[in-house]
T-cell receptor, first 106, second 121 residues
Framework: SDELTQPPSVSVYPGQTASITCSGD??????ACWYHQKPGQSPVLVIY???KRPSGIPERFSGSYSGNTATLTISGTQAMDEADYYC?????????FGGGTKLTVL | QVQLQESGPGLVTSSETLSLTCTVS?????????WGWIRQPPGKGLEWIGS?????????NPSLKSRVTISVDTSKNQFSLKLIYVTAADTAVYYC????FGRGQHWFDPWGQGTLVTVSS
């Protein structure tokens, strides 16, 4: 299967660490990247390749891998981080997105 | 700073053709990178449609490949999307994006603001 599976929702208190997972059969040898999307806005890349952050993305965003699962970690989560998060991978000349995770900052 | 802007009709009749153009500013489309289209039905997740290089090399989503054509016009610094035989399921916000690539990965950065296309019967 080339699907990427994310939890529909994750909740976190301000200042705590949020972890969002992305699982897929073909993810083990592939990098995943991550986007966040706030209501009414376009997606924004936050992590790409082996955990790199684009210019302007805060250091509290990090990416990691273990087996067939990629994880986006937000350390010291802030209210402004509340958004939908999508993982994405490239495999067999095809881009695949995860179903998205709604991050709620309580 | 690269910017992308989608343009095209916001309403398309069922069974007809959806046509959109993405105009790139602040970067020459021939300078590298792939350029891609992604869509998002209202309230739903993201779906990649396809990507093109300035040499016209393309990748398409297998689920849409039979209905999609992506082309590039380097003289206008634009690339375009055509989707034939549309149905209500094609109603979505359509985004264009630059597609950096490397080490076996393609990703999308930055994205245009998106344009809503509604398919009506």
């Amino acid at each position: 299967s080339d699907e990427l599976t994310q939890p529909p929702s994750v909740s976190v208190y301000p200042g705590q660490t949020a972890s969002i997972t992305c699982s897929g059969d073909k993810l083990g040898n592939k990098y995943a990247c991550w986007y966040h999307q706030k209501p009414g806005q376009s997606p924004v890349l936050v992590i790409y390749q082996d955990g790199k952050r684009p210019s302007g993305i805060p250091e509290r965003f990090s990416g990691s891998y273990s087996g067939n699962t990629a994880t986006l970690t937000i350390s010291g989560t802030q209210a402004m981080d509340e958004a939908d998060y999508y993982c994405q991978a490239w495999d067999s000349s095809t881009a695949v997105f995860g179903g998205g995770t709604k991050l709620t900052v309580l | 700073q690269v910017q992308l802007q989608e343009s095209g009709p916001g309403l398309v009749t069922s069974s007809e053709t959806l046509s959109l153009t993405c105009t790139v500013s602040g970067y020459f489309i021939t300078s590298g990178y792939y350029w891609g289209w992604i869509r998002q039905p209202p309230g739903k997740g993201l779906e990649w449609i396809g990507s093109i290089y300035h040499t016209a090399s393309t990748y398409y989503n297998p689920s849409l490949k039979s209905r999609v054509t992506i082309s590039v016009d380097t003289s206008k610094n634009q690339f375009s999307l055509k989707l034939i035989y549309v149905t209500a399921a094609d109603t979505a916000v359509y985004y264009c994006a630059r597609v950096p690539f490397g080490r076996g990965q393609h990703w999308f950065d930055p994205w245009g603001q998106g344009t809503l296309v509604t398919v009506s019967s």
